[in-house]
T-cell receptor, first 113, second 114 residues
Framework: DSGVTQTPKHLITATGQRVTLRCSPRSGDLSVYWYQQSLDQGLQFLIQYYNGEERAKGNILERFSAQQFPDLHSELNLSSLELGDSALYFC????????????FGQGTRLTVV | AQSVTQLGSHVSVSEGALVLLRCNYSSSVPPYLFWYVQYPNQGLQLLLKYTSAATLVKGINGFEAEFKKSETSFHLTKPSAHMSDAAEYFCAVSENTGFQKLVFGTGTRLLVSP
């Protein structure tokens, strides 16, 4: 158990819908990362937050947004869902958001039908 | 842009045999390199990382990797495979900023037979 908690574990939704994925980082970690793992694209970095502020951005679609709240949990919002958004979404957390190891959660498996 | 290439989507070994998983990187700056393991229905776990210190890096579970700049390689090895090593292994690279914005390879599934 990495200490990073992601909910829900599984999510099935229809095209065009909006979903929110939640991540609770390890106790004491200030930074949260989001990654997408799909058959087509492999593992891709989406976005990183550090202590509530966006720190780095990757290949995140405009239909996707994220935020990190004052209690340091993070949410990834996916809207206008398409079949191609079906993937495993991982959250990771680290202490300083740079040089310390990022620990990964078990992921949320999103299926868009 | 940085990238990594993992040769072989599947590698099969017998229990007790040498494990060799290949990774080549492309980077315009001195890279940080990582190997992660993913067990079924689990998140990724860091095996080891190279951050420009020693070129031979030892990790958890008996794995090690050697950074070879001349070959732009960072292959993962283990002298003797265990059944419990069966998993998917990912090589990753980042800019010289540590764990930020990791760029992952496509992964290699290690199969271990008795």
């Amino acid at each position: 158990d990495s200490g990073v908690t992601q909910t829900p574990k599984h999510l099935i939704t229809a095209t065009g819908q909006r979903v929110t994925l939640r991540c609770s980082p390890r106790s004491g970690d200030l930074s949260v990362y989001w990654y997408q793992q799909s058959l087509d694209q492999g593992l891709q970095f989406l976005i990183q937050y550090y202590n509530g502020e966006e720190r780095a951005k990757g290949n995140i679609l405009e239909r996707f947004s994220a935020q990190q709240f004052p209690d340091l949990h993070s949410e990834l919002n996916l809207s206008s869902l398409e079949l191609g958004d079906s993937a495993l979404y991982f959250c990771a957390s680290s202490v300083d958001g740079k040089n310390t190891e990022a620990f990964f959660g078990q992921g949320t498996r999103l299926t868009v039908v | 842009a940085q990238s990594v290439t993992q040769l072989g989507s599947h590698v099969s070994v017998s229990e007790g045999a040498l494990v060799l998983l290949r990774c080549n990187y492309s980077s315009s700056v001195p890279p940080y390199l990582f190997w992660y393991v993913q067990y079924p229905n689990q998140g990724l776990q860091l095996l080891l990382k190279y951050t420009s210190a020693a070129t031979l890096v030892k990790g958890i579970n008996g794995f090690e990797a050697e950074f070879k700049k001349s070959e732009t390689s960072f292959h993962l090895t283990k002298p003797s495979a265990h059944m419990s090593d069966a998993a998917e292994y990912f090589c990753a690279v980042s800019e010289n900023t540590g764990f930020q914005k990791l760029v992952f390879g496509t992964g290699t599934r290690l199969l271990v037979s008795p």
